[in-house]
């Protein structure tokens, strides 16, 4: 029973940075694992970050680790991705995703999703 709307993603040249946003709805943010993926043309959705309910701990793809950050403000009911030394292998629709076990890092065991926002990172 989540919402989701992603914001932030636009055009970026390489090494450049960009900060998505993820709005939910609802009082009960605190109670999702959130997460983000994201989809190449052509390719499947691929699994990028998660973070714990209380935000303490993260987990992330090896094609992201050290170069992505994801956070979230319970208070705020939002989760972000910030994503630095961005590369043209980033350019992608970035989901922003939720689910109360949010463990897995397979897009078919989350059950709710934002609409996308594009990413794109020119060399």
């Known amino acids: 029973q989540v919402l989701l709307v992603e914001s932030g993603g636009g055009l970026v040249q390489a090494g450049g940075s960009l900060r998505l946003s993820c709005a939910a709805s609802?009082?009960?943010?605190?109670?999702?694992?959130m997460g983000w993926f994201r989809q190449a043309p052509g390719k499947e959705r691929e699994f990028v970050s998660r973070?714990?309910?209380?935000?303490?701990?993260?987990y992330y793809a090896d094609s992201v680790k050290g170069r992505f950050t994801i956070s979230r403000d319970n208070a705020k009911n939002t989760v972000f991705l910030q994503m630095d030394s961005l590369k043209p292998e980033d350019t992608a629709v970035y989901y922003c995703?939720?689910?109360?076990?949010?463990?897995?890092?397979?897009?078919?065991?989350?059950?709710?999703w934002g609409q996308g926002t594009q990413v794109t990172v020119s060399s």
């Open positions: 609802g009082r009960t943010f605190s109670s999702y694992v």
């Open positions: 973070i714990s309910r209380s935000g303490a701990g993260t």
């Open positions: 995703a939720a689910d109360f076990s949010g463990w897995s890092t397979e897009a078919y065991e989350w059950h709710y």
